[in-house]
């Protein structure tokens, strides 16, 4: 979970640099520093470690008498025990001081490790909270030498689902991934603990190897002590802040200030119990961080039954009034903004997000559902189904509205979308299209005048759950300024289906603010633009338009613009920022049936790179996917069929060319012409070969798109093996879209020559990618399979090979903490294993990402 801290935290220390360790109780600081222990302690380090502890905390020397330094009788003062203890780190060999909860040691131990520190250069690694107001003297210890400074973030989405399959033993589904998430706040030690009781508690179940929900809450008194920990720190004043806030829920700062002292609420966000967000309508909100504490407050009996307390909260509710909503502000587009907002949101927390989002779903649903109770009208039902096209959806709660809503005197549009909504929940339920579709004819016999409408509807549907029909409108039926709003959507969405962007585009122009579908035009116009060629203009649009969603509580903008902007990101190889999108989705849980395919979808593109890299992807984020669905879908990601071929590859070229081919042939047969090009163009970077390359070159030149020309002449000289055509290629090379894909196209190559065993070959491929990726450096890892499934090298053979690009065997064996003939015995058996005929063909097929520059 914690490997690459602790890698980092390694090569600090191999270089004689100490690092402080800071995150939130239970963020994970005990676990990193006592994995890099056990790291160095099998390179032969000596590892000193002192532990604080709360209850010793006022107990002279008892952090450093854990040591067990022995002392002569009589000396055990202060300078007595620094001279033991720097004569013990002054022996033969490497040492490391590691002080765990450094706030909480004792002030005579902290003078003798400051003593300590001035007289050695032993490196040491500290851990604190992140917010702690340090004291002088644990100062002093810090800031003796150079020392780096680790930040522990909470976990996402895609850590959390593996941190629970190592805990439950297998995987969680969408929905409980998602809940545990939210209540944890991304918090290490609450994760294991909710999962762990949850399942002590029966309140989880396994079902089709996932463990689900078995009630609508995880919380159960086995959690009390865990909380009861978590909250020992806290003051009287802070505590009673806290229950507070769990009466009123997510609520506006102002409000808070009138029953809570800002002194509580400071120190509380101090300690990173109170998370503070930015509401579009409502300005400053605060709610409780980690929401489980909320639980912990609301499930006891003696802190709900304060009257007093409630009584003073209804007072000060009752007197406060609304605040006005902020202007809006727009700014320029600009890509470098928009990616900068993004990661610095990776800071936010996703799980108050995702609360506040349910919050609000919850609190509209009702609203609305009351008010069809009270007057069965097509708009109030309307009303109310445009909710669940986005947030979670209640099927009975959907199914009684379709079924009772009255057409009396109704709103033509309204009676419309209560009607298509009941076709989609049909096929959310498992009736599938064609039930759909007789919903929809029946509605369209009962009312000629929408005729049209229905029709644009029923081919919507069928388009998206079947196949693509002919393109058989007739312009002269009506232009372009005649057709309906619905009708010009659904001819944009039919040309994104059938890969014709520029007709997409066209067909969305206008604001549309009369559109029966709010999402569908913005939708259409950024993934047009991305199916053009135009990444960085969609992933601005799509981002923007994310950033207004999540202001806005839009559940169904946010799934839908993030579906967009992941496809930009993980197209230009923004891998860490479109899993924290995507990740931000996961957390709010599964959304409403009409975006649902949409959230699959990313769960699968989620699951990409650790499709390519990991020895076992059966862990892979992407099984939380639904799996009753077919090989093809209307756009990239909905049909699990691609996704299947690269999990499930088997390392053999040839057949991973029969089966892609085959994919594809069937994506065009059902008329999805953009899934085909999107796994054309994936398969041949992954894995360059003549049959998808003739594919994929069919469909654009059919298609007309001419932005992917320089890709399509360097990977035809790739799979001709024409090494003068590609050097030359190479060398004249101007950086476009598909930078990021030539990269991963020469890497593909060269691992595909070892597997076949083409020596000559791979060592042209390596040399050929290393001279790109210097001329094109890029943070960025490079997507790649694994080559390693059918010859696995053992795990220090292939930690040998990553360094053996770019490190000597002296060097390698100095960090690794072995011998250089060691080293070189690993290389050996790693060359032989692999079939790589150098260091450097070896580096390029072992290792995902490139040597830091």
Known sequence: MFDSEVQRILDFVARGIGVRVVGAPGSGKTSVVRNVMSNLEKTGVSVHFISGLRTHRSIPYSAIKGLGLEMRPGRSGVFDIADVFSSQLSKAGKHLLVVDDLHLVDSESLAVLEAVRRRSDCPMVATAPEAWAFSRGQLAVLNTGREAHLQLDPLHYEQVHLLIAQVLGAPADADTTARILTKSAGN???IVRIAETASLSKLLVMKDKQWCMAADSLWNEHLRGTLEALLAELTADEYTALHIMAILGTARVDVLHKVIHPDALEGLERRGFLSVLTDHHN??????????IADYFRGNKQLRDRKLLHSKIAGVLEATTPQAAPEKHTTEDCLSRVLSTLRLEKGDDDAITSRHFHDHNADRERIRFERWQANKSASNAAALLRIYWGAPVNVERARLVCAETTDFDADPSDLLFVTITEAMLAIHTGLGPGAAVDILQKFAGQNPHLKAEIENAILFLSASHGRV???????????????????SLVDGLLALYRFKPAAALEAVEGLGDDDAFSHLRPFIRGFGLFAAGRVEESLVFALDWRAEARKNLDQFGVVTSSYVAAHGLLYRGHFEEAEYLMSSVFAMGRPGFVVDSLYDAMLRLAGLRHATTAMLPALSIAAQARTEVPDVGPLPGIGKGAYELIAHNNAQPSAFDRKASKLIRRQLKSGYVLEAMMTALLCTCLSPGRPVLDL??????????????????????????????????????????????????LRGALKRHVIDGDAAAADAMAQASSIFAVRFPSANEQLSFNSFR??????????????????????IAEHLGISARTVENHISNALRKTGATSRNSLFMLVGNSLPPR
């Open 188 to 190: 290490p030690r609450l």
């Open 283 to 292: 300005g400053s909100i605060a709610a409780i961080s980690p929401p489980v």
């Open 469 to 487: 029909p002919p393109n058989t409108r007739k312009a002269s039926g009506a232009s372009k300024n005649q057709k309906s709003g619905m009708g």
């Open 696 to 745: 994929l070159q069919k469909i654009l030149r059919e298609s007309g798109i001419t932005v992917h020309d320089q890709l399509i002449a360097i990977a035809t000289a790739v799979v001709e093996g024409d090494q003068k055509l590609l050097g030359l290629l190479l060398k004249h090379y101007e950086p476009d879209i598909d930078t990021y894909q030539v990269g991963m196209l």
């Open 790 to 811: 059918t010859t696995p090298l053992t795990e220090r053979e292939i930690e040998v090979a990553v360094l053996a690009g770019h490190r000597s065997n002296v060097e």
